[in-house]
């Protein structure tokens, strides 16, 4: 069974943090081609790539816009990735999903709430 699970989020303050989780079953993550990411789509407008992770070699890729304030991180043992957002913006309010890509195919979670006050 593909499945992503995503969780964290909620409602935070200008400045502070947030983590999210996305948890990967089995046959997602033993693709040896799988790039696990997270994308945000604020409302009324379109889904926005945010960062990345290949799961094999570690190596991680961010938007200009939350490089510095935003980190991807994996727990192998927990098949879970994670994004841990700091200095929060009004403008990161999104919906957050996790997405996988490889030969397993491309998958998304159900999509996660962040909505940050000023």
């Known amino acids: 069974q593909v499945q992503l699970v995503e969780s964290g989020g909620g409602l935070v303050q200008a400045g502070g943090s947030a983590r999210l989780s996305c948890a990967a079953s089995t046959r997602i993550i033993t693709d040896p081609n799988l790039v696990l990411g997270w994308y945000r789509q604020a409302s009324g407008k379109e889904r926005d790539f945010v960062a990345a992770?290949?799961?094999?070699?570690?190596?991680?890729y961010y938007a200009d816009s939350v490089k510095g304030r935003f980190t991807i991180s994996r727990d192998n043992a927990k098949n879970t990735m994670y994004l841990q957002m700091n200095s929060l913006k009004p403008e990161d309010t999104a919906v957050y999903f996790c997405?996988?890509?490889?030969?397993?195919?491309?998958?998304w979670g159900q999509g996660t709430q962040v909505t940050v006050s000023s």
């Open positions: 992770m290949r799961w094999t070699s570690g190596s991680t």
């Open positions: 997405n996988a890509k490889g030969a397993v195919g491309d998958y």
